[in-house]
């Protein structure tokens, strides 16, 4: 006899031999290895009647837990036609075993009619549309029925009233922008033309006029002004001081130097400022300078230009001793000498010559 493999529940047995007269045993067999236990499936079984875990070793057939289906409960919705004003709904559902979910009794019920579920077709019989204050209506008539009914359109935001009111704009000036004219729905007051910015114009400045004449002491100023209507602004410029009004007309003099001053009011600067210069003193008059024909420093005791006389006033060794004054001032020259007496022209007794010399500078 073969031997026999081990199994999930029993260890193998050896092969044993039998006599083929006799058909007794001579050599005995004997078991071999260890029972293989049973290798169980993850998942339940579902039979008819109960459900179990198997033995998935080939050929055991083995079970673990089992026991009949639990009371089923309805699991899933299969099917929903939703009845209508004309055709019956219907639900269709099944049970399933809470521990299996082997599917255990499948179910359809039935609805009726549902009236205000209408199938149509369906015909318009008059509509009012929505706006953007309030809602529309439609009436109604279902072919499938008969029956008519309102259905109400939400208000529509956009379907403003096509008589749109005016937003008035401004006109830019020339600081300010301006705006164009915009549109506003009567109703609801929603925006339906955006008013859009104008920008300001600028200023259309005119010619500049002076407004105040500058001098050599302080600026002046001159002004334009905007000639739109309306709009009256000036601007303001400095005009740079002018040169000084020298008056060449006169010398000033403080009696060392000369100079020119301006002629206008309040300014004291001067100009072509420098000393006394030129001419000659005498011994009657102070030097006139040749610039200005102004008298300057002091009489000279060496210019005597109103001629001279010489003086005699004692007899010498050799002649008569004089010396020389001046006929204008009468203050000595400091010129002294000695006329010898062979000069026939000179009278001793009255101290004079005979035709009267007088000594002029130069001659």
Request: proline share 6%.
């Amino acid at each position: 006899e073969p031997a026999v493999e081990p199994t999930c529940e029993s260890p193998g047995m050896t092969a044993y031999y039998r006599c083929s007269v006799c058909e007794e045993a001579e050599i005995p067999s004997e078991e071999y290895g260890e029972p293989l236990n049973h290798d169980w499936a993850e998942t339940l079984t579902q039979g008819e009647i109960t459900h179990y875990y198997a033995c998935t070793r080939p050929g055991c057939d083995g079970r673990k837990g089992e026991e009949v289906h639990k009371q089923p409960v309805l699991a899933t919705t299969l099917a929903f036609v939703e009845a209508t004003c004309k055709t019956p709904g219907y639900i269709e559902y099944a049970f399933y075993c809470t521990v299996c979910g082997k599917e255990m009794e499948h179910k359809t019920d039935s609805i009726g009619l549902f009236p205000n579920n209408h199938e149509g077709p369906f015909t318009l019989v008059s509509q009012t549309p929505a706006t953007c204050v309030s809602p529309g209506h439609t009436l109604s008539k279902c072919e499938a029925c008969g029956m008519e009914f309102w259905e109400e359109t939400p208000i529509d935001p956009n379907a403003h009233n096509l008589l749109a009111e005016l937003i008035p704009g401004k006109a830019a000036t020339c600081t300010e922008t301006g705006l164009t004219d915009g549109e506003r729905c009567p109703d609801c007051k929603a925006i339906l033309t955006v008013q859009k910015e104008i920008p300001a114009l600028t200023h259309d400045w005119g010619e500049w006029k002076q407004t105040k004449a500058p001098t050599c002491l302080e600026e002046g100023d001159k002004t334009r002004t905007c000639k739109r209507d309306g709009c009256g602004a000036t601007e303001m410029r400095p005009v740079d001081v002018i040169a000084h009004d020298w008056d060449t007309s006169v010398w000033i003099t403080d009696g060392s130097k000369h100079w020119h001053k301006c002629k206008t009011p309040g300014c004291s600067a001067i100009t072509d400022e420098a000393a006394h210069s030129g001419g000659m003193a005498t011994c009657q008059a102070k030097a006139k300078c040749a610039v200005c024909g102004e008298d300057y420093g002091e009489k000279s005791t060496e210019n005597h230009a109103g001629g001279t006389k010489k003086v005699y006033y004692t007899e010498g060794d050799t002649g008569y001793e004089y010396y020389v004054v001046c006929l204008s001032c009468g203050e000595k020259t400091g010129e002294t000498g000695v006329t010898p007496y062979d000069d026939e022209t000179f009278d001793p007794s009255t101290g004079e010559w005979d035709y009267g010399e007088i000594l002029v500078p130069g001659s």
